[in-house]
């Protein structure tokens, strides 16, 4: 069972058009060229933004989306190229530029102050309130704002006791607090759930037809089919798509646009009969970074062949779910991992006992940023034979093991000694999968792993979790991609304010009772 959107998807491939309506445009970009050390990420690229419209911003990780956004945010400065905002030439040398100029943007990997409250981030860098501020008055602007647009989230906490997903509405806010006229969001939706996403669809109308214009940048094609006007698609930093109608293309003719070759968008899960239990949680309870109860006496079982997924809204729980079971967070219960205890025991017990962990925050948690490829490879094997040599590291056999993993996992890097920080999200989330799955793990904890990623990246992954299940491992799939947990799930288990209220087999799964669970409008019989 799918979600339905509200304009059906093409079955056929119609001769794609521009359109050609009499329009003032918010933003012309032309002739846009930016190069990195060994890489061209705009190649001459053309866009145009009109004005009362959305514009979906579509393309592979790498492709240079993010880049063609940054530079019109005032984050990169373009080699060639000129930019008219409104019609009028515009000369963007940093983001105040670009807020002044009436652009803002909510970046997939936020930038956010974790020390400071939610309220003093959104008022970083603005003149008001000046020297002296009245934190209350602000806190009760920035809660009016939240409420208006249905974007629940704290004045008063700070960023770090937030988890992912209140964080992205922190970033929406932000932008929406400087009144931009020209919105850029970079994968506004990876963290809602289904009615979330709906509520912002309709948020998003409102702001057009308040005269704003959006550049919608995401990897979804389904929403994009909902919500866009016309599309621009990038690949390899080159247009392959400029100003298109939506109504003139398909799904499978998006992607290919893409990614340069058809995607196959059914996942081939094979029948498999789960063996000995790997995961047993017992009446497990933990509290958050604010010190408040995020799971409340949670118990299930995780066997051997079987993946189960773990349905919820962000900050419900699943994050320190995860972390209870890697050892990253004291808990009051236990935790067995093939019979032996982790609970509140370091990060490396779990390991030994073969568990591998995907995280959410692929740079807070998965990976050193500044460390280069090879270094962030060897995390998990750095003190095993041939890697470790007595007190000493091979660095022989770690680059070698590193290279074949690149090989493998094919990931997309200049070289061995290149920053993990400089790959795209999708290649960042190849390096954490191979150094994670090339020990064979008997457990992997996955949490959100196709977050952000273009559709072929995505197909990968999940091809990767199913041939990983087939071997036998368990597999724990914390997604708030309902579409995936029913794509890649044996059980589906919906947690709400960190207690498990629902479980069922994926195939008698029911989008709008996960829906309701989710929202904790109904709970399972006792």
């Not at 059906?8 to 445009?25: A, G, K, S, W």
């Not at 530079?71 to 080699?79: F, N, Q, S, T, V």
């Amino acid at each position: 069972m799918r979600v339905i959107y509200q304009k059906e998807l093409m079955t056929t491939t119609p001769q794609l058009r521009p359109l050609h309506e009499e329009q003032t445009n918010a933003v012309e970009m032309r002739d846009i060229v930016l190069r990195f050390p060994g890489v061209l990420a705009n190649d001459h690229v053309n866009f145009t933004l009109r004005r009362g419209e959305i514009h979906a911003l579509l393309g592979e990780n790498g492709a240079g989306k993010s880049t063609l956004m940054n530079i019109l945010a005032g984050l990169y400065k373009p080699e060639t190229g000129t930019i008219r905002i409104n019609g009028e030439h515009a000369v963007l040398n940093s983001p105040r530029d670009a807020i002044s100029r009436g652009v803002g943007m909510v970046h997939q990997h936020f930038m956010l102050v974790p020390t400071h409250t939610v309220t003093e981030n959104i008022l970083l860098g603005l003149d008001d309130p000046g020297f002296v501020m009245r934190l209350p008055r602000y806190d009760q602007k920035v809660a009016e704002l939240a409420d208006k647009y249905g974007l629940k989230v704290q004045p008063t906490a700070k960023i770090w006791q937030l988890s992912v997903g209140e964080q992205q509405r922190v970033e929406i806010l932000k932008t929406l607090y400087r009144g931009a006229q020209i919105l850029i969001l970079d994968e506004p939706t990876a963290v809602l759930a289904p009615q979330e996403i709906q509520e912002l669809m309709e948020t998003l109308r409102l702001m057009v037809r308040e005269g704003k214009s959006i550049v919608f940048i995401s990897h979804k094609l389904n929403e994009v089919k909902q919500v866009a006007d016309r599309l621009t698609v990038l690949r390899k930093g080159k247009v392959t798509a400029d100003g298109i109608n939506l109504e003139d293309v398909n799904k499978e003719t998006l992607a290919e646009l893409m990614v340069g070759r058809k995607v196959i968008f059914q996942l081939s899960k094979k029948p498999h009969t789960p063996g000995e239990v790997v995961l047993d949680v017992q009446n497990v309870s933990a509290l958050n970074n604010r010190g408040l109860p995020a799971l409340k006496n949670i118990s299930f079982r995780l066997r051997q062949g079987e993946i189960l997924g773990i349905a919820g809204i962000a900050g419900n729980g699943q994050s320190e779910l995860a972390e209870v079971i890697t050892g990253l967070r004291p808990c009051q219960g236990r935790i067995l991992v093939n019979c032996t205890d982790v609970a509140n025991q370091p990060p490396k017990r779990a390991i030994d006992q073969g568990t591998a962990h995907i995280p959410e925050d692929r740079t807070g948690v998965g990976t050193a940023p500044g460390m280069a490829l090879t270094g962030n490879m060897i995390m998990k094997t750095y003190d095993r034979a041939p890697i470790s040599q007595k007190w000493r590291i091979s660095y022989t056999a770690a680059r070698e093991f590193a290279s074949n993993l690149k090989e493998k996992y094919d990931i997309q890097a200049p070289s061995l000694s290149t920053q993990v920080n400089k790959l795209s999200g999708g290649n960042l989330q190849k390096v954490i999968l191979a150094r994670e799955i090339s020990g064979g793990p008997k457990l992997i904890v996955a949490v959100q792993p196709t977050r952000g990623l273009d559709v072929g990246a995505i197909e990968g992954i999940q091809n990767l979790l199913l041939e990983q299940r087939d071997n036998d491992s368990a597999v724990l799939l914390i997604s708030e991609e309902l579409d995936e947990l029913l794509d890649l799930s044996d059980r589906i288990a919906v947690i709400y304010e960190g207690e498990l209220v629902g479980e069922f087999p994926a195939e008698e799964a029911d989008l709008k009772t996960i829906g309701l669970m989710m929202t904790g409008e109904l709970r399972r019989q006792e």
